[in-house]
């Protein structure tokens, strides 16, 4: 089957955006070495990613989409048609982002993929293992939840600082400048879920 759906199940955000991919590329008649050297990723990589094997981050979509002249979210089209009522996500499997001002040593997965025009809401799973760097701050629209799972870290909020450990929680408005202060205790994990505002129909 296309998207390599089991039966009863809708496919998974890797299966279709992998569908996609192929599509688009078999749609222009290019080969998987064409568009691996467009979009400066390996053949086997590319591959993997076309049959859902692996999660590409946004910088690699980015480059696959470019190679393909299509714009990014024409790759999340197939996902957002698909008529789910559950996103399942496994173990390792969400999607690596690089938001803005982040640094090495701090990893970001994109835990559920908003379908829909309206961006409702982000959850990551955010893991920091290295202290060797300066950490950024965030201002963005909207509410945001922390939900602290391992290591124990000082996040300020304003002019707050708040030491987080395993079970604690924060919430604030996403317009105060926030963001890691000090890491306290390796390693590091905790949710970060942002609610945005709804806009007037």
Known sequence: MDDKVRE??????????????RKLRLRDGLTIAQVAEKADV??????KIENGHAAAGTDTLARIARALGVSMSMLFSKYDASATEAQHVKKGMGMEVVRRGTKSGHTYHLLAYNQGPV??????LISMDD????????QHPGTEFLYMLEGELEYRCGQQTYLL???????FQ???????????NFP???LSIIIYPRTAD
């Open 8 to 21: 009863g199940n809708a496919p998974s955000l890797e299966d279709s955006i992998g569908s996609a991919i």
């Open 42 to 47: 390996s053949r086997g990589m590319l591959s």
């Open 119 to 124: 961006k409702v809401f982000e959850p990551f």
């Open 131 to 138: 202290d060797s760097e300066r950490y950024p701050t965030f």
């Open 165 to 171: 450990e395993p079970g604690d929680s924060l919430t």
């Open 174 to 184: 996403g317009e105060v400048v926030h963001g890691p202060e000090r890491l306290a």
């Open 188 to 190: 590091i994990r905790f």
